[in-house]
């Protein structure tokens, strides 16, 4: 293991500056790392291939210093990973890092590469399906309502019907005992008026 | 097995090979010793850069997982004190995508946080193989 945890070189190769960075990239190391690497490339020149197959391993630093060393080249020079060992693209997947850099068939689909996005669309979709399930549920309970409202609606034409019917039944009761015997009680004693002993 | 270390900012790199033998010795398979080792080294580096410069770290296998207890001291009083209770140590232990914790949460298969300005206890917990995971720890 070297003393400072990463090693930088660049060499030239077919026109293209390889940049060779080795050995453990954490967050002590990853300070140092702009520098050197730009020092490094300034002598070669040519579009940037890092060369990562000596990362043994890489932490979050690390991962936002590489990150943020293939953003920022000097002079409009372009960078690419190549030889990125599968731990390595592990961590810069999973931050969603250096994506460009990294040959295509190493990215990540973008769900993974962007989990933030795909968990807001993730959860816009379940909003979506949670609102379909409220809207069917409300028209639903409107439908059942309608269903209720003419019943009670038909029962109330019902009940009007059963009151026409005692009110007529009970008319024709009335009617029958009008002759027999109401009638005549109530005309049979004194006539409530004109009183006779009642001055006018 | 058991492993307790104490680690600062000079043994990290010592602290992920311990970690790396120590969770392959617990039976974990090579890619997901990796990454306790990359989950372990983070909670570590939080500890280093938030919680005194230093802290401890104890790793034990408890019913077919593998626990990483991290612990570390805080700033102290006097300097919870200058700022604002425990919105010091509880600000830089959040969960920022693309940070370390946010990391580590991704990793472990159970992962709790307690911070404050009196330091943080952090336990991160990886399922062994030919374990279901879930029965440890509330």
Same mark, same amino acid.
């Given at each position: 293991m070297a003393d400072d945890g990463v090693q930088v070189r660049a060499a030239s190769l077919n026109g293209a500056c390889v940049l060779w960075i080795a050995g453990e990239l954490d967050l002590i190391a990853a300070g140092a790392l702009a520098e050197r690497a730009r020092a490094a490339i300034a002598a070669v020149p040519g579009p940037v291939v890092i060369?990562?197959? $000596?990362?043994?391993?890489?932490?979050?630093? !690390?991962?936002?210093?590489?990150?943020?060393?293939?953003?920022?080249?000097?002079?409009?020079? =372009?960078?690419?990973?190549?030889?990125?060992?599968?731990?390595? %693209?592990?961590? +810069?997947?999973?931050?969603?890092? @250096?994506?460009? @850099?990294?040959?295509?068939?190493? %990215?990540?689909?973008?769900?993974?590469?962007?989990?933030?996005?795909?968990? #807001?669309?993730? %959860?816009a979709r379940l909003e979506a399906a949670g609102s379909i399930l409220d809207?069917? !549920?409300?028209?639903?309970?409107?439908?059942?309502?309608?269903?209720?409202?003419?019943? =009670?609606?038909?029962?109330?034409?019902?009940?009007?019907?059963? $009151?026409? #019917? @005692?009110?007529?039944?009970?008319?024709?009761?009335?009617? #029958?005992?009008?002759?027999? !015997?109401?009638?005549?009680?109530?005309?049979? $004693?004194?006539?409530?008026?004109?009183?006779? $002993?009642?001055? +006018? | 097995m058991t492993l307790e270390n104490s680690f600062d900012s000079g043994t990290l790199p010592d602290l992920r090979r311990a970690v790396l033998a120590e969770a392959v010795a617990a039976g974990m398979p090579d890619d997901r010793a990796h990454d306790v080792v990359l989950a372990v080294h983070e909670l570590?580096?939080?500890?280093?850069?938030?919680?005194?410069?230093?802290?401890?770290?104890r790793m034990e296998t408890v019913l077919g997982e593998l626990h990483c207890f991290i612990s570390d001291a805080g700033w102290g009083d006097a300097h919870a004190r200058t700022r604002t209770g425990n919105t010091v140590a509880v600000r830089q232990w959040l969960i920022r995508p693309g940070h370390g914790l946010w990391l580590v949460r991704d990793l472990a298969d159970h992962l709790s946080i307690m911070s404050g300005p009196a330091g943080s206890e952090v336990t991160a917990m990886f399922t062994l193989p030919g374990h279901r995971g879930g029965h440890a720890i509330s």
């Open positions: 060369d990562l197959s $000596g990362l043994k391993f890489v932490d979050v630093r !690390g991962a936002h210093a590489l990150d943020e060393l293939v953003r920022t080249l000097p002079d409009g020079r =372009t960078a690419a990973f190549r030889r990125c060992p599968l731990r390595v %693209r592990r961590v +810069l997947n999973l931050l969603g890092l @250096a994506a460009d @850099a990294l040959p295509a068939r190493d %990215r990540t689909a973008p769900q993974l590469a962007m989990p933030e996005l795909a968990a #807001q669309v993730r %959860r809207v069917s !549920g409300t028209l639903a309970r409107l439908a059942s309502t309608r269903v209720r409202l003419a019943s =009670t609606i038909e029962r109330a034409g019902l009940l009007r019907e059963q $009151g026409r #019917q @005692a009110v007529a039944s009970s008319r024709a009761a009335r009617q #029958q005992l009008t002759p027999a !015997g109401r009638e005549p009680e109530l005309s049979a $004693g004194q006539p409530p008026s004109p009183s006779p $002993g009642l001055p +006018l | 570590a580096a939080n500890a280093v850069c938030h919680g005194g410069g230093a802290g401890w770290l």
